[in-house]
């Protein structure tokens, strides 16, 4: 067993019953899927490293294949410091002149190697290779940029040669013209250039934590068109390293990524809880729907029964069994993120009465104070509006003054519920408060 499977093996031991579901019903939509891993230099020279090394095994264990993209940006600034170099810049964005690029590659080649010793560390089998065809960024607001470079191809059939192979590519942050000239190019853009030929499912970008520290707190989410709103209203509130992230990220999933992810390359076992997580630790960019609302299938009744049985147990909800769900499965929804279900809801109909019951709407602890029960209830009114509901009531023990303030209810008799209802009402004995909504055209 490698050291990887020996790490997965005892973090596991360690992992409640409900977490561990929600790391494995994620392996299977990974298995075989590419990451592009871009970590700034800054990452790779901090004590946190070695764990990060430890986390790309786990994801190797799981048959998720990894690129490895670096910057330099730390070394190169040390190393010029040493020397008595002043360069023209370190991260491969601006003009980079002939010194800048003699310290460039020195640091680059320097880091490039103790990295593949990192990873040997770790019994994971990398290789430095070449695959960037890159040419001169040239004339830019009237400035020859010389020695910085823009990617212009990328070599995936020697990328994918070594992936096959469970190989991990370390790319570094310069490449090579059609003439064996070499250019200083930024790992960031690399990694989008990168993610984007190879159809990566993800590109997670990990930053130092001071990065984030220094800017104003990113959300959770972001869509494509949400996060280049972000940069373009908000640019001076984020460091460069973050909003070159911010950006690359967003274009990458305009060109076919489906996820680029900002990260804090300080945290330990971050990049894990990142991928393995409904909501993660650090900043998600993404370019498909990343939450719906969808009915309920018969394969689904398990897990609505195991996503409320908390509640149940807090006497917050009436207990259902599985016949009773199935016998009424059209009424169900869930609201899925990232294909995991995290809340539910139903709309029992009474027609006759021209009213319905907004009824079992729960949200994972989890995912609590996040706007997903007012999601839910929006759908569910919106829903009922649709058939033609002129009133919409609900029943609730707990939760009422949450339906009251959230969703617009007000407290009534439980004489106003439809005959049918009011008698599973008394039968009951839970003395729910009942409230109404009344719905308008």
Known sequence: MSRADHLLSANLQFVNVSDLREILQYVPLFRERIFVVAVDGEVVGSENFPNILLDLA???SLSIKVVLVHGASHQIEALAATRGIAITNSDGIGLTDEPTLQVSIDAAIRLTNEIMEGLSSVDLRAAYINALIVHPAGILGGVDQQYTGKVERVDTKALRLLLDEGIIPVIPPMGFDGEGRTYRANSDSIALEVAVELGAAKILYLAPGRVFEESTALPRQLSISETEDLVKKRKADFPTGLLSKLENGAKACRQGVAR??????????????????????????????????????????????????????????????????????????????????????????????????????????????????????????????????????????????????????????????????????????????????????
């Not at 330990?268 to 299938?297: A, K, P």
């Not at 149940?312 to 294909?339: F, P």
């Not at 021209?354 to 079992?360: D, M, P, Q, R």
């Open 58 to 60: 786990v994801l190797r």
């Open 260 to 441: 680029a992810h900002l990260l804090n390359g300080g945290m330990n076992e971050g990049l894990l809880s990142e991928v393995f997580s409904h909501e993660g630790i650090g900043t998600m960019v993404y370019s498909n729907e990343y939450q719906q609302i969808r009915r309920i299938f018969k394969k689904d009744v398990r897990s609505v029964i195991s996503l409320i049985r908390q509640s149940v147990q807090n006497e917050e909800l009436v207990r259902r069994s599985r016949t009773e769900i199935l016998e009424c499965l059209n009424d169900y929804w869930l609201l899925e993120v990232d294909r995991s279900p995290v809340a539910c809801v139903a709309l029992h109909l009474y027609p006759e009465q021209s009213a319905a019951e907004l009824a079992c709407l729960h949200v994972r602890k989890a995912q609590e104070n996040q706007g997903y029960g007012r999601k839910l209830m929006a759908f569910v009114e919106n829903l009922a509006r649709e058939k033609g509901v002129k009133t919409l009531f609900a029943l609730s023990t707990q939760a009422y003054s949450y339906l009251q303030q959230k969703g617009g209810f007000a407290a009534a008799d439980p004489s106003v519920l439809p005959p049918e209802r009011l008698q599973k009402y008394e039968a009951s004995g839970r003395n729910s408060v009942v409230l109404v909504k009344i719905l308008r055209p």
